[in-house]
């Protein structure tokens, strides 16, 4: 989960951290009553993307070009965030980062801003919570303790993965601003009094799901069996049309499927899925039904979700794990005889 | 011998009561899992098996080696590190999106301890015809002498159809765990795998993300010893997506599949491309390592 500006900053500036005046502008009139007096004003279009500079979503603009760049910047992204101009003598970069289970907080700190991190170590929570022992380029400024301990503290409360401000700047009268920052939070972390749920992007409850370029479509149970479908497919020849997964599906209907009946949503999951690959053109479904979940009943989900959408395509069916000897069974009484092994499966598909 | 778990392993399961713990309960004891206790903190009580208030009540009553949970996510670090220093030494936690810093408390716990934590994010762990703790259905796999690893649950069911369909059986089947971290990495079980005389050749099912095979590959290359054959999932798709695997998302440009593939097959592993691959690439490996006859 990705934090942008406009839900960063204000964070920032409550531990203490100064950030230039701005606002999060969706039209004109925002815009208009966030300028007030101010001549010259920057523009940042609300992006998850690196370098917003290089790409010309980060504009400085005078009120009379204010209104054209804003245009411009609300087609890019998700509203444009508008701040009040800066001059400043010094761009630096601070930030914490949490490399991997077996590693430390680390804290990367640079006498520039963009991407040049000149100075990182591996630091203990209770040196980047006091702002203490600080080593590197940044040593020496005045204040810098005060904004490693907001950091760290943020970090610790947001469950951050990483954290960093870049530029920070100092002005010509000595002052520390954060002028940009970005953080990255542990999806999984619990949720902090911040009301920033609402930064958790939603996925299709029912089904795990991408679109791809190939002809099979294929409905599976788990990730990683699913994309190593996928990526068979892809070898041999035809490719796969999706990525999609009912394990969503599976645990929300679980008690039905222990049961043995058909689940409502994996039901509703295959339909979906079998509507999606006809209104793309494509005629062939590979089912891989292989879990410890009862077999048989996700089967007769998976089948009366065809029914439902009516597909006309054909179908590959291959089926292990809990109960597939009576999945087996089911299918052939369907009229549909399943595959010996996954490779005659895709052949098949 | 197998590793981590066999029929003489004192199981204790957490997270009994729901409706998938008691279903999954139920089916390891039919496979010959030696469950010796649940845990139930309301007090309910578990049929045939006893039942126990707390970890600790439990392990004074019943002195396990292995603690299986099926609790949900907010549960796993506390439960880990109640069992760590309740004295058990193998800790499996099936729950999905754990919070990152709970599995580094519950890793750090078991360390602490000397004990493993397997997952959060997984499977389980299944040695056939001795006994399984997780999801691990009693139809997947068959006695013998492969050794298999995953980050991905359910590419081990495929894998172990593919190779029992063929009589390639497996002396031990380990799911790390899925998720964004784990507290076992591939590179530990490979070893324990190295040290097992009940293992001739290991495999490998990775995927994109993280740097768990490249870590595994490092580990092959300075201390070399039995044969890897090993699967990386993920070459087709974006690298921003990790398409139902938080772990597998491609994060600042590392845990690429090119440079899974290079640093593995650098190793001197064989790296296959697709599953259709490796029953026959395990025989064929196997056949060319002098003394080794994989069942």
Known sequence: VRLLEDQLKPLLAARGISVPAGAKVVDRHELKRFMGSRHRIVLKALVAANDRAAAGQVVVVTRNRAFAELDRLLAAGDGVWAEEYVEYARECFVGLVWPGIDDAPTLLTSDKGGTGVSHGRPVHRHVYRAGESLTGPLASLPGMASVIRAVGDLFEELAAIALEINPLVVTPDGRLLALDAKAYLDPYGRRSPLGLESAVQSTNPLLEFARLDGQVGVLSIGAGLTRAVIDWLTVIGPGAACFSDLIPAVLADMTQLLAGEAGTESIRASAWLCDDLAARGRRSLLINLVSATPIDSLSKSVLAGLRKANWQGRVAVHLGGNRSAEAADFWRSEGIQPAPDLAAAIAAA | ?295
């Open chain 2, 1 to 295: 011998m197998t590793i981590l778990l066999d029929r003489t392993t004192r199981v204790l399961v957490h997270g009994a009561s729901g409706a998938i713990g008691r279903y999954q309960t139920t089916g390891m004891r039919a496979y010959g899992t030696n469950v010796v206790g649940r845990i139930s903190r309301s007090g309910e009580q578990g049929g045939e098996i006893p039942s126990f208030r707390s970890i600790g009540e439990a392990q004074a009553a019943v002195r396990a080696d292995l603690l299986v949970s099926y609790a949900g996510a907010g549960y796993v670090g506390a439960c880990a590190a109640e069992a760590f220093k309740a004295g058990i030494r193998t800790v499996v936690a099936v729950a999905e999106d754990v919070p990152f810093r709970d599995i580094v408390a519950a890793r750090d716990a078991g360390r602490a301890a000397r004990g493993l934590l397997i997952g959060p994010n997984t499977n389980g762990i299944l040695s056939p015809g001795e006994a399984r703790v997780g999801f691990f259905a009693s139809e997947f796999g068959s006695p013998g002498r492969v050794g298999v690893v995953s980050r991905s649950g359910t590419l081990i069911y495929g894998a172990l159809i593919e190779l029992s369909r063929v009589g390639i059986g497996q002396s031990t089947v380990v799911g790390i765990g899925g998720g964004l971290a784990r507290g076992t990495s591939a590179l530990t079980v490979r070893d324990m795998f190295e040290a097992d005389n009940a293992t001739d050749v290991v495999v490998l099912l990775g995927e994109v993300g993280s740097t768990e095979e490249e870590d595994l590959a490092a580990g092959v290359k300075a201390r070399p010893g039995k044969p890897v054959v090993a699967l990386i999932i993920g070459a087709v798709g974006s690298p921003d997506d990790a398409m139902g695997h938080s772990g597998a998302l491609v994060y600042d440009g590392k845990g690429g599949f090119e440079d899974k593939v290079g640093a593995l097959r650098d190793a001197g592993v064989h790296v296959i491309s697709h599953l259709g691959e490796l029953a026959e690439t395990v025989k064929r490996v196997a056949a060319r390592s002098a003394g080794v006859a994989i069942k």
